[in-house]
Nanobody
Framework: QVQLVESGGGLVQAGGSLRLSCLAS????????MGWFRQAPGKEREFVAD?????????RYADSAKGRFTISRDNAKNTVYLQMNSLKPEDTALYYC??????????????????WGQGTQVTVSS
């Protein structure tokens, strides 16, 4: 069992930055691929970025995140990060981290993740 806790959300003006953290407990994070997803009010949850488990070495981003967001992991700290720069009002959402062992590379699909955090709210004002 893996417990995930996100933090780092908040209110920021357009153009600003935030760094989200996802701290895992219960298992060593290095063997899990990790993903960040987000859900805006009235919309489906959508993929933001994923990072493979330690042995695989791949990262993917949604088109909306490319060039602005960076996913990274510190396995020694059992933590995954999402650095978000040049934030836009359309980035406003509840951001979730998720973990999976099904695929070393992670997945674009939320149903392929087994463990989820409770989410952290990001609000970007115009």
């Amino acid at each position: 069992q893996v417990q995930l806790v996100e933090s780092g959300g908040g209110l920021v003006q357009a153009g600003g930055s935030l760094r989200l953290s996802c701290l895992a407990s219960g298992r060593t994070l290095s063997s899990y691929a990790m993903g960040w997803f987000r859900q805006a009010p009235g919309k489906e949850r959508e993929f933001v970025a994923d990072i493979s488990s330690r042995s695989f070495g791949s990262i993917r981003y949604a088109d909306s995140a490319k060039g602005r967001f960076t996913i990274s992991r510190d396995n020694a700290k059992n933590t995954v990060y999402l650095q978000m720069n040049s934030l836009k009002p359309e980035d406003t959402a509840l951001y979730y981290c998720a973990a999976t062992k099904r695929y070393f590379s992670g997945s674009l699909y939320d149903y392929e993740y087994d463990y989820w955090g409770q989410g952290t709210q990001v609000t970007v004002s115009s």
